[in-house]
């Protein structure tokens, strides 16, 4: 099937770059240290083609939710390859987690209560740090004042009232540490201060974690930025400082790094038309399909003109999507040729928080494609208006 013969909006995955990206995180980790395993975090794209095939190279799956969890299990991945992160965390999962030697990171009260509840042992419990923001340089993190919402604090006494009530539960000598922290940049300081904490607040409380998971928020496949290979240096050059850590396990749970380089939307140009103001491309995407959280404020992307003709530059054109939202608009084109009714606008980079975040909002999700050394296989069809229907009615009850 040729690129042009595809209906858009579509969404296209490079595999040979997601297998690139999985293997450079691969040995990035292993090459730093002995005992490592990745996950792959199901919320930045929850596509069921990812996660088989992330299954197959090998990598677990990081969930933060039941349905995450069952999707999971429906992907085929045993349970002893998954990660159970999150605040709301169900008990029947959770029991089902602890049961099946799923790695569990308690993050909440809530979870506590409900691991306490379920009073069952396992020996691959942890507990998500909730990291001090004055650790980081504010250019780094957002909620410099308020803090991060996740985890337990050490300074207020809630880490250690958490190990106490999961005593029972496991070997709290031995308690798993979580450590994901968001940041803006993506900067290795942030990693670097990270490891720093961790070896302070196993040295305080003298545990020997029986692994360090240090969540995502990595780059991976963007040429010029940080490689896995130069976090992982960092963090293991930190950790091994004390033989508290000197045997742990190392686990990752990048989602952008792995999927974000490697997708594209492909959009068409469905009318162009002169307000008193400006010249409005109406487009096939929308803003929803790769900026759900209307946040950024530019793309990489490509154009591929129609017919070859030569174009007049205009001035200024504004991008914009199907929803009948006035702002959904993409980007705004200075000098650029001028674009017409057929031309393609195809975004680049938008694996993370795109295909799976947008609601059907309007129009229904786009067709998903991969390109397979240039063989491109449907994965995923656009829901009909019937399936919208049924599953959002009293019969999808029946
Ligand atoms: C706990 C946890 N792990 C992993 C990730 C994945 O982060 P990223 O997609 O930036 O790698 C997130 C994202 O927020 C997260 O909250």
């Keep these: 099937?040729?690129?042009?013969?595809?209906?858009?909006?579509?969404?296209?995955?490079?595999?040979?770059?997601?297998?690139?990206?999985?293997?450079?995180f691969i040995e990035g980790?292993?090459?730093?240290?002995?005992?490592?395993?990745?996950?792959?975090?199901?919320?930045?794209?929850?596509?069921?083609?990812?996660?088989?095939?992330?299954?197959?190279?090998?990598?677990?799956?990081?969930v933060v939710s039941d349905e995450e969890y069952d999707l999971a299990i429906m992907c085929d991945f045993n349970p002893e390859n998954i990660v159970f992160n999150g605040p709301i965390k169900g008990k029947e999962h959770l029991e089902f987690a602890?049961?099946?030697?799923?790695?569990?990171?308690?993050?909440?009260?809530?979870?506590?209560?409900?691991i306490q509840s379920c009073n069952i042992y396992s020996n691959r419990i942890g507990i998500r740090l909730n990291i001090p923001p004055a650790l980081f340089s504010s250019k780094d993190i957002e909620y410099t004042e308020d803090g991060f919402r996740f985890g337990f604090s050490v300074e207020n006494g809630s880490f250690e009232r958490a190990l106490k009530k999961i005593k029972n539960q496991c070997d709290?000598?031995?308690?798993?540490?979580?450590?994901?922290?968001?940041?803006?940049?993506?900067?290795l300081n942030v990693y670097r201060a990270i490891a720093e904490y961790v070896v302070a607040v196993v040295d305080k409380y003298k545990i020997e974690p029986c692994y360090l998971d240090f969540g995502g928020g990595f780059f991976g496949g963007v040429p010029g930025k940080t490689t896995p290979s130069e976090y992982f240096n960092v963090i293991t050059s930190i950790i091994k400082r004390t033989p508290r850590l000197r045997n742990t396990l190392l686990l990752a749970?990048?989602?952008?790094?792995?999927?974000?380089?490697?997708?594209?939307?492909?959009?068409?140009?469905?009318?162009?038309?002169?307000?008193?103001?400006?010249?409005?491309?109406?487009?096939?995407?929308?803003?929803?399909h790769i900026d759900p959280l209307w946040i950024k404020n530019g793309y990489l992307y490509s154009i591929s003109y129609k017919d070859g003709e030569k174009r007049k530059y205009e001035e200024k054109q504004i991008i914009c999507g199907y929803t009948c939202m006035d702002h959904d608009r993409l980007m705004v084109l200075m000098n650029e040729p001028e674009l017409k009714a057929g031309d393609k606008i195809i975004y680049q980079r938008v694996g993370a928080y795109s295909m799976t975040f947008g609601g059907p909002f309007i129009r229904y999700l786009p067709d998903v494609y991969v390109d397979s050394n240039n063989e491109l296989q449907l994965v995923r069809r656009r829901m009909k208006t019937?399936?919208?229907?049924?599953?959002?009615?009293?019969?999808?009850?029946?």
């Design 1 to 24: 099937m040729n690129n042009n013969d595809i209906e858009t909006p579509y969404f296209l995955i490079n595999r040979d770059l997601l297998q690139q990206n999985t293997d450079t």
């Design 29 to 62: 980790m292993q090459c730093n240290w002995e005992r490592v395993k990745l996950s792959y975090s199901v919320k930045t794209n929850s596509l069921p083609w990812i996660l088989r095939f992330m299954n197959q190279k090998g990598v677990m799956a990081e």
């Design 98 to 114: 602890l049961k099946n030697n799923s790695y569990v990171n308690i993050d909440s009260e809530s979870d506590l209560d409900v």
């Design 172 to 187: 709290i000598k031995k308690i798993g540490v979580h450590l994901h922290c968001n940041s803006i940049t993506r900067s």
């Design 253 to 288: 749970e990048p989602g952008s790094a792995l999927i974000g380089s490697t997708v594209e939307l492909h959009t068409t140009v469905v009318d162009v038309k002169d307000t008193n103001c400006s010249r409005i491309i109406t487009t096939d995407g929308s803003r929803i």
């Design 386 to 398: 019937e399936e919208y229907y049924r599953i959002n009615t009293a019969q999808s009850m029946q």
